[in-house]
DNA sequence: CGGTCAATTGAATAGAGTCAAGCGTAGTGG
DNA sequence: CCACTACGCTTGACTCTATTCAATTGACCG
């Protein structure tokens, strides 16, 4: 299933089906249109841990598809203070939401040394010209995104720190369920503390605290950057939400035709 | 402008307007597009204030056109508590992140008597096979909503309640600057102290707080259902966010040929 | 082997929640 | 026209979650 071009060093075959994995989790996609992604990529951006893979200043242009690594969403109030909005996983599109504005109001940074496709933004344009049913689905995966953040700020409204960060992490490994096979109980958990408090809006102090309790009654352990996952029903049971089920949508533009 | 069949008694010319309006923030619309858009309206459905215009059971089978009222999305956590996830005005599309979810997480109540027109899902679809530039610019509203979402789920996790309240209150001053004329520093503000602390993630006991604390500044007060913003100035250094500036995107799709 | 960063723990403090009571106003029905 | 009711607003007292500050330990890397 390698496309010509496709073959560098870090954008080879087991990335690239990750990326049509996650592209395609609302409905498979006709070969023309793999064809026709592939057809977008630019050359990959390598970036270490900490770099801003988008800034917060810089007008957009360019789309990114995050090919491998963790990836953010920050924004920066006036007092400094950081929050994280989102995780991004490999076959994540970065950079939709700042399309609607002059200036994001959003950086996203690589959690862990990662892997990009600058996709000018034309390339977005023209898709949904060409092909109606994978801008359709980029549509959806980009509203399934929205619903992933409201629930974040309902929690963050609503919830305390330690139902949040349950919440967090039971929704990281479905997540990452999506593109590895098994069902994981082990999950690489590249952030650090400060890092999973300004994802759920609490200090690395008090992270560190809800952490251990949850450790003491069983629940998840962590250690050495991993995330293990003890008791799953509990886990749901502290997080106090269901499943996250995608929609399977019988209304659809018909598949692009081949040229 | 008024089309055939338009002249219902709720979803007159006025309102029809804000949602051309609306629809046509990032980019004017064409003559045919308006048509287009004309085309999708199914008949009015009158609400009252509280009424579901959205339930979070139903498997979702229509999109819902706000044409009169404000709406707000509710998501409801396991122990009963309600976030308020994002205020919908006159002329926003209602629905839309539904779609990715099999049922969706949030439910949409009337915060007003409102007037919505029912849009079944398969007329967005097929409004992306033949409406490739309205269906970007749908899009792009959506991904503006986004934007919006993020940055309250940034003041949630982030800011103290009185910033949060401020930066609600300067973005529905904003937001309603789009579609009434002159800057309104006396906004309608139907939404009770609970319905604010429910949208900022605060106790209503603590919003009367905050808004007291507000009045005594000099920065706005609430009286009769409406809020008067006495000094905008501080009103936005208390919020301690920057002016909310659209993008004005060059590299939309061409707008379709009429027939 | 020192240096940096992350994790961990404790103590003092503050922001916000909860509970409870009183008040104002609008609507309703006799 | 008045009384009754319901709802939302307002305020005070007490509790608790989470923050901030500070100090210590542990792990990894040059």
Redesign the interface.
């Known amino acids: 299933m390698t496309m010509p071009g496709s073959d560098h060093a870090h954008a080879g075959g087991a990335q690239r089906t990750r990326v049509i994995t996650r592209l395609s989790s609302?409905a498979p996609l006709a070969e023309a249109e793999v064809a026709r992604l592939a057809a977008m990529s630019g050359s990959p951006r390598l970036l270490k841990r900490g770099a801003h893979i988008r800034g917060a200043d810089e007008t957009p242009t360019h789309l990114n598809l995050l090919i491998e690594g963790w990836a953010a969403?920050a924004?920066t109030?006036?007092?400094g203070?950081?929050?994280l909005?989102?995780v991004s996983l490999p076959g994540d599109m970065l950079g939709?939401?700042?399309?609607?504005?002059?200036?994001p109001?959003?950086a996203v940074v690589a959690l862990t040394p990662a892997v990009v496709l600058d996709i000018p933004?034309?390339a977005l344009?023209?898709l949904?010209?060409d092909s109606?049913?994978l801008?359709?689905l980029i549509?959806?995966?980009?509203?399934?995104?929205?619903?992933f953040?409201?629930?974040?700020?309902?929690?963050?409204?609503?919830?305390k720190a330690r139902v949040r960060l349950a919440a967090l992490f039971l929704r990281l490994s479905e997540r990452i369920a999506q593109f590895e096979q098994m069902v994981p109980d082990q999950i690489p958990m590249p952030l650090t503390q400060q890092e999973l408090g300004?994802l759920?809006?609490v200090s690395a102090v008090h992270v560190n605290a809800m952490i251990k309790q949850l450790r003491e009654a069983g629940v998840v352990s962590m250690a050495a950057r991993t995330l293990s996952i003890h008791d799953r029903a509990a886990l749901a049971k502290e997080a106090?939400?269901s499943r996250w089920?995608?929609?399977?949508?019988s209304?659809?533009?018909p598949a692009a035709q081949p040229g």
Chains 1, 2 share one sequence.
Do not use: K, Y
Request: charge should be negative; hydrophobic fraction near 45%.
């Open positions: 609302f969403s924004i109030l006036a007092d203070c950081r929050q909005t989102m939709l939401p700042s399309l609607a504005m002059r200036e109001i959003d933004v034309e344009s023209q949904f010209v109606p049913r801008a359709m549509f959806l995966i980009s509203q399934e995104e929205r619903v953040a409201m629930e974040r700020l309902a929690l963050l409204g609503q919830a300004d759920i809006g106090g939400v089920r995608r929609s399977d949508p209304w659809l533009p």
